[in-house]
């Protein structure tokens, strides 16, 4: 039985369950008057109650079962394996990989060993799933037998379901905040092999990207140079260049949309606005490439300007028009939920529109607009596509807009293409890259927080 059928079969048995003994609690209800104290709790948690009796633990013995199937087979597959004489110890993996992946169709043309290991792996996987389907089942029956002795007309079945939910949101936390943790601590202890073979130092203030090395110390590039300002220069550019575009637009397109704009004229432009957020970044990527980074050249020269074909300017541009609606939309929301008192007061001392919207309500909503500024920088820090095809991968040491560079996730993409082996310098660079990342992201954090916590102790 497949693991949908598995699941479904739960599903069912669970809403019988909490169809039966919702209605029961409803009859017993309605047989024993008014003056009834099961009254206090509402039929359905009683049926909520006993259809989790049935459905977790299945569920959990199902997760664990999942979990240990496939290493218990494998385990299994290789002990007889060993017993029969048929691989290595050096090769049993790949073995059992080129097993696994026959095709049925193909059973007939290959050779009788392979047939042999192929007919003992699928009797195995048969034999699994149908104690597994056996074991989940039964024990869902049971337990659902169980609750609906269990859970009586006494039992706080609403306080039980309460903490169950509390339980899983608390659960769902946990794996956010451990999911992060995860992360954190793999970028940073691969980080550490790589500065192991690396020094810091002149990883964080080398001049020169070059992270190609030779396989054999006598070909040409076997001196990799791993310095990574020029990234970190080329982020900050292309980064800056985006925020000169997305902050003034945005904004000024927020105080126009909450203070000036009619409600029809907004209920148009807002919804058109916020589209641009969910353009796929390769069709701008494409943007820019096609379009943007050529009519720049053919400008700049006209004006006498060298300009390269692929520039931090043209990436920039572009790449400011993605993240206005990340401006825009929260500056718009913050503008508009600042209480009308504020705007009344102002007007009524005989400041101007304007001046209400530049003295009162910007300061007043400017933690909500840091918020999205900082949003529409971590975006514009994390874009790959864009600059990929519209600023290059040349990691240049420049300030001038106008010539090709890289980033740092253009050149985390870079290194991580392909097969890599995880033991060198080079693939390792990936991971310091994205400790610097994290850093920088931790950094900006700080700051919004900060000014955040400081206009927010005035206006409150």
């Given at each position: ?8 079969i ?30 206090q ?62 095709d ?81 601590l ?45 990234l ?25 949309l ?11 432009a807002?919804?058109v ?111 790959t ?14 300030v ?61």
């Open positions: 039985m497949s693991l949908s059928a598995i699941i479904f739960l599903c069912l048995l669970a809403a019988f369950n909490f169809f039966i003994k919702k209605q029961k609690i409803y009859a017993l209800q309605l047989s024993q008057g008014t003056n009834n104290k099961v009254k709790t509402l039929p359905k948690y009683f049926g909520y109650v006993a259809a989790l009796w049935s459905l977790i633990p299945a569920l959990l013995v199902l997760l664990v079962i999942e979990i240990i199937d496939e290493p218990l087979i494998k385990n299994n597959l290789t002990q007889y394996m060993q017993a029969e004489n048929i691989a290595t110890a050096d090769n049993y993996d790949l073995y059992l990989n080129e097993i696994k992946n026959i049925i169709n193909q059973i007939n043309s290959i050779d009788e060993t392979k047939k042999k290991i192929h007919t003992h792996y699928y009797n195995l996987q048969s034999i699994a799933r149908n104690a597994k389907a056996v074991t989940v089942l039964a024990l869902a029956v049971l337990m659902a037998l169980f609750g609906l002795k269990k859970v009586k007309s006494q039992t706080p079945a609403r306080i039980y379901f309460e903490k169950f939910i509390e339980i899983i949101l608390l659960i769902a936390a946990s794996i956010a905040i451990l999911t992060t943790v995860g992360i954190v793999s970028v940073l202890f691969e980080s550490i092999r790589f500065f192991g073979e690396i020094p810091i130092v002149d990883f964080m203030f080398g001049l020169d990207w070059s992270p190609q090395t030779a396989i054999r110390s006598d070909q040409v590039g076997s001196s990799a140079a791993f310095g990574a300002v020029p970190f220069i080329g982020t900050m550019l292309i980064s800056t260049v985006a925020l000169f575009i997305a902050v003034p637009l945005g904004l000024m397109s927020a105080i126009f909450s203070e000036y704009a009619s409600s029809k004229f907004r209920s148009i807002k919804p606005l916020e589209i641009l957020a969910g353009i796929p970044t390769v069709v701008y990527g494409f943007f820019a490439a096609l379009t943007v980074a050529p009519f720049i050249r053919s400008f700049g020269e006209s004006l006498g300007l060298s300009v390269a074909s692929e520039s931090a300017l043209a990436a920039g541009l572009v790449m400011g028009i993605m993240i206005i609606p990340f401006v825009s939309s929260l500056a718009d929301d913050v503008i508009s939920a600042v209480p009308n008192a504020m705007r009344e007061g102002s007007l009524g001392l005989g400041a101007t529109k304007s001046e209400t919207i530049v003295k009162v309500l910007i300061p007043a909503a400017l933690p909500g607009i840091v918020g999205g500024v900082l949003l529409a920088a971590s975006r514009a820090i994390g874009e596509m864009i600059v990929v095809m519209a600023a290059g991968l040349a990691a240049n040491l420049t001038n807009p106008l010539n090709a560079v890289t980033t740092v996730t253009v050149q985390i993409v870079t290194l991580l293409t392909g097969d890599q082996e995880f033991n060198s310098a080079k693939t390792l660079a990936a991971f310091a890259l994205g400790l610097m990342l994290f850093i920088t992201t931790l950094v900006l954090n700080v700051i919004a927080l900060h000014v955040v916590r400081k206009y927010r102790e005035q206006y409150e």
